[in-house]
Structure formats: structure tokens, C-alpha cells
């Protein structure tokens, strides 16, 4: 009786520390048998109309008068200085440059609260829509305005293969490719599985799954899409399968042992 209950204690703490077993939990994003992914040809077919800005981003903004002339005399290295109109519109491109050095931050309900304008909505404009909107709505302030805006905060998220080693990674163009981020991030990592590489993106109506096998050299065609705003760029990693069972086997292994050697001390005391 004693033995059974022995062993019945033993398959009991087996069961309890196998639930807690850890082998390849590190995978995320798991597409079942059949998953329908989206179709990268389709990819350039579609409408892509730019990244829409959304709450929470960061927003670089310059203006300039006259259509950017002065924008342009600036880079040619050639504006005028004489005192007058010249000077006036020179110290209006100097307020306007040092504003392009601050950020605006769009706020939860989609308002930017921009110099002279106030509060002015934007979410959900791309970037061209709004220059427009902000041109339109400054000229009553100056000549032929000119505006540039960037949104500073945009960013793609890299999983790479391995555990810990997930980066996040600002665009500071939006050309970026899929091939120039995993440059950035150091490429794919030792364990992760170069054939497996899916892209992430979320769309209006949900999330589109691109996957691409980048271990071979026609898979370059894929690699080189250009990323967008909060894009996930997920390598599956290899399965290490004999390592995490031993790691997971290894507790039970010793708890047994031990165990054992405490019945047969309690049984044979002697």
C-alpha cells in the first residue's frame, strides 16, 4: 500500500511539473494548417494611399511663405538680406525653421494644437492631405504657405528568431524595405528559421499575414516591400526541441531521484 501511494505521489508531481512544461511556448503568432496568408503579388496591386495619422504620433512641422521660395534660396545657400520685404520674409523662414525643430503631439481625439491655428483635426489624413488641409487653413496668415510635415514616431517591430532579441526600429524613411530593417536589427538570429518570415500589417478592416521564404535568392523580390507604420516582421524560430525537453525533463529526472532515495531510506531505515 505504502509503495503504491509512493508511486502515485510520483506520477502526480510528473503531471503537475509537465503542465508547466516550456517547450517552443516562445513561438508567437502561430498560423494553423490551411491558414489563407495574403498574397505579397497582390501586394503592389493594391490601393496604398500612405501612412493616415493616427493619435498618439509625433508630428515635425515647418512653414514657409511664398511657396517655399525662400526654402529653396536657404538650401541654395542664396537668400536675400537687404532690409524690407527681403528681411521680413528672412526672419519669417527663421521662426518657421527653428518651429520645424519641435514636435506636435496628436492628441487621443485626433487634434494637433499648431502655432496660430489652435486645434486643428488630423487623424486619420495622410501626410499629403494634411499639408494640404494646413496650407489651405494658413493662408489667411501668410502668402502661398508652404508646410512639411513628417511623423517622427513611426516604427516597425522586429522579432528576429530568438528570445530577447525583439527590437523595435524607428523609420526614418518611409522606402524602408523589409530588407534594410533586418539589416538594421542585425538580420535573423541564429535559431530563427530564414524560410519562415512573416509581415505583419494592420489594415481597416484587420491584420494582413504575408509570409516569404527569404532563404532562397528569389525570396529578395519579397524582402524588398516597403514596410509601413507599425508594421511586425516576425522570424519563426527553429524548434529546439532535444535542448527544452531536457531542460524540462531535468527537474523531473532529479525530483524522482530524489524521492526515490527517500523511500528506500524510510522503508529500509537500516
Do not use: H, W
Not at 505583419?200 to 478592416?205: G, H, K, L, S, Y
Amino acid at each position: 500500500m505504502k509503495a503504491n501511494q509512493f508511486f502515485n505521489s510520483i506520477f502526480a508531481c510528473v503531471v503537475i511539473l509537465l503542465s508547466g512544461c516550456t517547450i517552443n511556448k516562445d513561438i508567437l503568432f502561430r498560423t494553423g494548417e490551411g491558414y489563407e496568408f495574403s498574397s505579397i503579388d497582390e501586394l503592389d496591386q493594391k490601393e496604398t494611399p500612405g501612412y493616415r495619422i493616427a493619435p498618439n504620433d509625433m508630428l515635425s512641422f515647418q512653414l514657409f511663405s511664398n511657396n517655399g521660395e525662400r526654402l529653396n534660396q536657404r538650401t541654395a545657400g542664396t537668400i536675400n538680406t537687404q532690409v524690407g520685404g527681403g528681411a521680413q520674409n528672412q526672419q519669417l523662414l527663421m521662426n518657421m525653421g527653428q518651429q520645424g525643430g519641435l514636435t506636435y503631439l496628436v492628441k487621443p481625439d485626433g487634434l494637433v494644437e499648431l502655432p496660430e491655428l489652435g486645434e486643428i483635426r488630423l487623424e486619420g489624413l495622410t501626410i499629403e492631405e494634411a499639408e494640404r488641409l494646413l496650407e489651405d487653413a494658413y493662408t489667411s496668415y501668410y502668402n502661398d504657405p508652404y508646410v512639411i510635415i513628417r511623423v517622427t514616431n513611426n516604427r516597425v517591430f522586429v522579432f528576429p528568431g530568438e528570445a530577447g532579441q525583439a527590437t523595435v526600429v524607428p523609420l526614418q524613411n518611409m522606402n524602408t524595405t523589409l530588407l534594410e530593417v533586418l539589416a538594421m536589427t542585425g538580420g535573423i538570429a541564429r535559431r530563427g528559421n530564414a524560410s519562415k518570415v512573416k509581415l505583419i500589417r494592420r489594415t481597416p478592416t484587420g491584420r494582413d499575414v504575408y509570409k516569404m521564404d527569404l532563404s532562397v535568392v528569389e525570396g529578395l523580390d519579397d524582402a524588398n516591400m516597403v514596410v509601413q507604420a507599425y508594421d511586425i516582421i516576425y522570424v519563426e524560430p527553429m524548434p529546439q526541441l532535444v535542448r527544452e525537453a531536457t531542460e524540462s525533463i531535468t527537474p523531473i529526472t532529479s525530483l524522482i531521484s530524489t524521492l526515490t532515495v527517500l523511500y528506500a531510506f524510510v522503508i529500509n531505515p537500516n
